[in-house]
């Protein structure tokens, strides 16, 4: 099974400031025939399910604001949130669907410093 | 609008079974494929199988095999999840999610807790 690990496992952001938050795999998702990533980013607040983000590693979900963009390819990947607001405190997953089982990461919680 | 609605809490004895559905509305029913995963408290996400709602073929992460059983209605655009022999280590909220051909989430349901307890 593909290993997902992301960093740091907790972050604290200034309203206003920028978020970076990481994720790595242990071994690519690039699928060269494509080109394509096969990573996905979800959001999840507390008693909620989660909520996707991004996939291919930098396509943003219809309706999602443009401060969260996504980046990287290979087995390193970034989730940025440009700007942060008071309502993107949550727990963030990395999910790769290149192979099955897919596997997640084990989040990063976000918080407001 | 597409809708997952997943039946409500279970509680449940240490070596019973329990299932739990999830009825899909808001799009076509054997276009997409229907996913189970879970959280256990505190914990992250883990990925249980796969089903096609058109005829009903499925794949079981490993860990699962023998104990889970993934089946569809498409007269009722419902998805079931039996999950047998549970252990207390199966204490968890129970998600339905949806895919297209490849598998990153667009909609989930909206959790059913399942407690595993004596």
């Known amino acids: 099974d593909i290993v997902m690990t992301q960093s740091p496992d907790s972050l604290a952001v200034s309203l206003g400031e920028r978020a970076t938050l990481n994720c790595k795999s242990s071994q690519s998702v690039f699928y060269s025939s494509n080109n394509k990533n096969y990573l996905a980013w979800y959001q999840q607040k507390p008693g909620q399910p989660p909520k996707l983000l991004i996939y291919w590693a930098s396509t943003r979900e219809s309706g999602v604001p443009d401060r969260f963009s996504g980046s990287g390819s290979g087995t390193d990947f970034t989730l940025t949130i440009s700007s942060l607001q008071a309502e993107d405190v949550a727990v963030y997953y990395c999910?790769?669907?290149?192979?099955?089982?897919?596997?997640f990461g084990q989040g990063t919680k976000l918080e407001i410093k | 609008q597409v809708q997952l609605v997943q039946s409500g809490a279970e509680v449940k004895k240490p070596g019973a079974s329990v299932m739990v559905s999830c009825k899909a509305s808001g799009y076509t029913f054997t276009r997409y494929y229907m996913h189970w995963l879970r959280q256990a408290p505190g914990q992250g996400l883990e990925w249980m199988g796969i089903i096609n709602p058109s005829g009903g073929s499925t794949t079981y992460t490993q860990i699962f095999q023998g104990r889970v059983t993934m089946t569809t209605d498409t007269s009722t655009s419902t998805i079931y999840m039996d999950l047998s022999s549970l252990r207390s280590e199966d204490t968890a909220v129970y998600y339905c999610?949806?895919?297209?051909?490849?598998?990153?989430?667009?909609?989930w349901g909206q959790g059913t807790l399942v407690t595993v307890s004596s």
């Open positions: 999910q790769q669907y290149y192979n099955t089982p897919s596997t």
């Open positions: 999610a949806r895919s297209a051909n490849s598998y990153y989430f667009d909609y």
